[in-house]
């Protein structure tokens, strides 16, 4: 089984940048669809970024224009782009992957859909991202 493992969070301040990655031990994951979450002190696990293919993503309205999702299926790695990173965005940050690409492309997009629903069938350990001036 694929297992995740997420690294490039860290401390920066107001307005930085940062890159997390997410790699998978094992093949196969072109068939899975990508996904990011995180979770905050006292709050609830939310997507905010996932990913089929490239024309198909879903994106948090939160993040939207600032972070980034994409996947280099020949590295088993998808990653997220973070720009312009406010204090609000401090949290653990989760990959997660749900099986089921390659069949057609509606069933591709409820794919991505239910992933960022919390629909997964792997997580990561997480990555802590801290935002502070």
């Known amino acids: 089984q694929l297992q995740l493992v997420e690294s490039g969070g860290g401390s920066v301040q107001p307005g930085g940048s940062l890159r997390l990655s997410c790699t998978a031990s094992?093949?196969?994951?072109?068939?899975?669809?990508l996904g990011w979450f995180r979770q905050a002190p006292g709050k609830e696990r939310e997507g905010i970024a996932c990913i089929g293919g490239e024309d198909n993503t879903a994106v948090d309205d939160s993040v939207k224009g600032r972070f980034l999702i994409s996947r280099d299926n020949a590295k088993n790695t998808v990653y997220l782009e973070m720009d312009d990173l406010k204090p609000e965005d401090t949290s653990v940050y989760y990959c997660?992957?749900?099986?089921?690409?390659?069949?057609?492309?509606?069933?591709?997009?409820?794919?991505?859909?239910?992933?960022?629903?919390?629909?997964?069938?792997?997580w990561g350990q997480g990555t802590q991202v801290s935002v502070s001036a």
């Open positions: 094992g093949s196969g994951l072109v068939n899975y669809a």
């Open positions: 997660a992957a749900r099986a089921g690409l390659g069949r057609s492309r509606n069933t591709d997009v409820l794919h991505v859909w239910k992933l960022c629903g919390g629909e997964a069938d792997l």
